[in-house]
């Protein structure tokens, strides 16, 4: 036996050094080539690193929420043979500098089907053993199971994993299901227990997604004066026009929801406010005005929220503006997004869909100078040439770099799209 010392590759793009978020194995488990063994967050892009070699995992480096460089070891296994390091058992030293495997690190790998399990009548297989998670720590599942769970109901966190690590693959799944668990919570029955008193705590660490998105928040808030401007808007019109580009789209078309509307809406305002489509450096007290108009789309996913872009906006016409939308957004929910979908931004539009509410304070997408936050619609009563009536109504909240966008100009910009989505007409013209 031997020993392979495996460093965190390089994963392209410039990077440097990953944290890691999650690791899918543990000391002692047996692993196959190309089997997912780490999480790495790098710049809003989340990695997994597949296992180099078959063997058993003898030491893992570094922690959830650890800096790992690249180029340095971060797993060894025990392997038949020699291994790469002139180490034979668990305890010798490895040596610095290892051969390294090449690996397409970027690439997510595909799960391997898992083995085929069989039963019979006399020798029913037995469900697999619920792994113990550390408080804090999520069920290990690729995408697709996740997606399966959600849709049927069902709490991973329930869910026995037979993969390295307790990774829950399909077959433990549609053994849970087989179980009937589907549509099982962890939500405690109404009655008597229900009025138990509670007195236990949970500390979830800040990593990975949730660590990057707390610092951009920060930096955002701390740095940037931000202003907040508020309107509501009469959608009657669009919502008629709406209603009528869907039962007559072309075949294969998305439904139009609000939100192509107000992406051509913002590019026929943001070019007569040429102020608010732009990116400000505040080191070097430069602003950088954009023709392009490339659109952030904040997007609300299971690993935290990202912010896919849809770039060129301004050369679209409604239904390519739905379609590439839809793209991006789609890949970012699957984590399949790339690092350039989710960059180059210039300017960001927030949604909180069904939630709706009132009014909100977006925060401003740094280096941004401007977010538009849109929330739900919903029929109000309203007064119209001196009569009540029943209009359908759409609430705007938007926030601005006060340092560089006057309270003038955010206003306007706001009162342009206003106009023109109560006018939906003038969108086209």
């Given at each position: 036996m031997g020993i392979f010392a495996f460093k965190l590759p390089d994963i392209g793009e410039g990077v440097v050094e990953g944290e890691v978020v999650e690791w899918m194995v543990s000391v002692g488990d047996t692993v196959k080539e190309d089997d997912p063994i780490l999480s790495v967050m790098t710049d809003k892009a989340t990695v997994e690193i597949p296992s180099p070699v078959d063997g058993k995992v003898s030491k893992i480096i570094g922690e959830p929420?650890?800096?790992?460089?690249?180029?340095?070891?971060?797993?060894?296994?025990e392997v038949e043979g020699d291994g790469n390091t002139t180490a034979k058992t668990e305890e010798a030293n490895p040596?610095?500098?290892?051969a390294q495997p090449a690996v397409e690190a970027s690439t997510i790998p595909v799960e391997k089907p898992p083995e085929p399990i069989v039963?019979?009548?006399s020798e029913p297989v037995a469900p697999a053993t619920p792994v113990a998670r550390a408080a804090g720590t999520k069920a290990l599942a690729s995408p697709a199971v996740r997606q399966r769970a959600r849709e049927a109901n069902i709490d991973l966190q329930l869910v026995a994993g037979s993969g390295p690590g307790g990774r829950i693959s399909h077959a433990d799944l549609d053994r849970h299901i087989a179980g009937g668990a589907a549509g099982a919570t962890s939500f405690a029955p109404v009655g008597a227990s229900a009025k138990t008193k509670l007195t236990g705590t949970e500390e979830v660490k800040v990593i990975g997604l949730r660590r990057k998105i707390a610092d951009s928040m920060m930096a955002s808030y701390s740095t940037i004066a931000h202003f907040s401007?508020?309107?509501?808007?009469?959608?009657?019109?669009?919502?008629?026009?709406r209603q009528h580009l869907n039962s007559t789209r072309p075949e294969g078309a998305p439904k139009l929801t609000y939100l192509p509307f107000i992406m051509q809406a913002l590019v026929k305002a943001?070019?007569?406010s040429p102020e608010c489509n732009a990116l400000f450096d505040d080191e070097a007290n430069v602003v950088t005005r954009h023709q392009a108009v490339h659109l952030g789309i904040a997007t609300q996913t299971d690993r935290g929220l990202y912010v896919p872009v849809v770039k060129h906006v301004e050369a679209m016409d409604i239904w390519q503006s739905a379609v590439e939308m839809v793209r991006v957004t789609s890949a970012t929910r699957e984590g399949k997004a790339s690092a350039e979908e989710l960059t180059g931004s210039t300017f960001t539009i927030t949604s909180l869909g069904r939630l709706g509410g009132l009014g909100a304070t977006p925060i401003i997408n740094k280096p941004e100078v401007g977010i538009l936050g849109v929330h739900n619609?919903?029929?109000?009563?309203?007064?119209?040439?001196?009569?009540?009536?029943?209009?359908?109504?759409?609430n705007l909240s938007s926030s601005w770099d006060h340092r560089v966008v006057d309270g003038h100009d955010g206003a306007t910009l706001v009162q342009k799209v206003k106009t023109l989505l109560e006018n939906p007409a003038t969108i086209f013209m």
């Open positions: 929420g650890d800096i790992l460089p690249v180029g340095e070891v971060c797993i060894e296994f040596v610095e500098e290892t039963e019979t009548p401007y508020f309107e509501e808007v009469d959608i009657t019109a669009l919502e008629e026009l943001l070019r007569e619609a919903k029929e109000r009563a309203v007064v119209r040439n001196g009569q009540i009536v029943i209009r359908r109504m759409m």
